[in-house]
């Protein structure tokens, strides 16, 4: 199985990003997903997740109302939409797989079977 984490970059206070994760495999259409992000000196954090159909997410509550999780399974990838970013938001963001997992939602990030490889986000006010 492997990650490709995408749509990182440098912005500003208030600006959006579309982060996408491409999936291999056909596990991706029978896994859930989530997006984890890890800013300096802190540990990683769940941002968003999101079951295999697409039918259930749920958020940090640093997320809520802001960012969005999306899948789109013929493509094999998902998505976290970010709006009105803030500096707070710069971390590198991590998408991770969970294989076989029903409808499940997973926050927790142990419970996460294969990682991407990260992409930066930077938000300066």
């Known amino acids: 199985v492997q990650l490709q984490a995408s749509g990182g970059g440098s912005v500003q206070a208030g600006d959006s990003l579309r982060l996408s994760c491409a999936a291999s495999?056909?596990?991706?259409?029978?896994?859930?997903m989530g997006w984890f992000r890890q800013a300096p000196g802190k540990e990683r954090e769940i941002v968003a997740a999101i079951n295999w159909s697409g039918r259930s997410t749920d958020y940090a509550d640093s997320a809520k109302g802001r960012f969005t999780i999306s899948r789109d399974i013929p493509k094999n990838t998902v998505y976290l939409q970010m709006n009105n970013l803030k500096p707070e938001d710069t971390a590198v963001y991590y998408c991770a797989v969970k294989i076989f997992s029903a409808s499940r939602i997973y926050m927790d990030s142990t419970a996460y079977d294969y990682w991407g490889q990260g992409t930066q986000v930077t938000v300066s006010s």
């Open positions: 495999g056909r596990i991706f259409s029978t896994s859930s």
